[in-house]
């Protein structure tokens, strides 16, 4: 009996170990960084659907659910609606926030590609309006992080093996 439930041990280690690995598939996140031709720095993660332009006349944050399909690329295509932007630019020496009115937009903030290869942060800057779109070029792209989480699965797989080894070690040792 004690054969058999070796046996069934076994096989229930390694059918968790195959169920973490189906559930810790590789995903598709990763954090895109394009440098603009001016300086500026545009980070968009897509696992946590969020973004960053900074530069020096521009420090903002937005969120979007739309990041969640950005594929990146040296020459991207996409209109992405954002859901929350706060953050500054600054025009002619005065820092501006997205303008809101009674604590809500009321002109849409986007992203989107140009016909030309640029990127425009499609919103209005001030309250009252002082400027409008905030639109440079691509100068180059990188992809910073790529998670693999199916590596957390091949790491559990590895450890169940190394302990069903040892077991099995402690048992012919003990016969």
Do not use: C
């Amino acid at each position: 009996m004690g054969n058999d439930m070796s046996k069934l041990t076994q096989k229930a280690a390694i059918a968790l170990a195959a169920g973490s690995m189906m559930a810790a598939t590789p995903a598709s996140a990763a954090i895109f960084e394009y440098d603009m031709t001016n300086g500026d720095v545009l980070t968009i993660n897509t696992d946590t659907q969020t973004g960053t332009w900074t530069g020096d006349k521009i420090d903002v944050t937005f969120e979007s659910a739309d990041f969640a399909t950005f594929e990146g690329g040296a020459n991207p295509s996409f209109m992405f609606t954002l859901s929350d932007m706060t953050g500054t630019r600054n025009i002619r020496g005065t820092d501006y926030t997205p303008t809101r009115e009674n604590g809500t937009r009321f002109h849409p903030w986007m992203m989107k590609t140009t016909n030309d290869g640029r990127i425009n942060l499609w919103s209005w800057w001030g309250d009252p309006v002082i400027a409008g779109d905030y639109v440079r070029g691509i100068g180059d792209y990188r992809v910073v992080d790529v998670p693999a989480p199916g590596m957390l699965g091949l790491f559990g797989l590895a450890l169940v093996a190394l302990g069903l080894g040892r077991r099995r070690r402690k048992a012919a040792a003990a016969a």
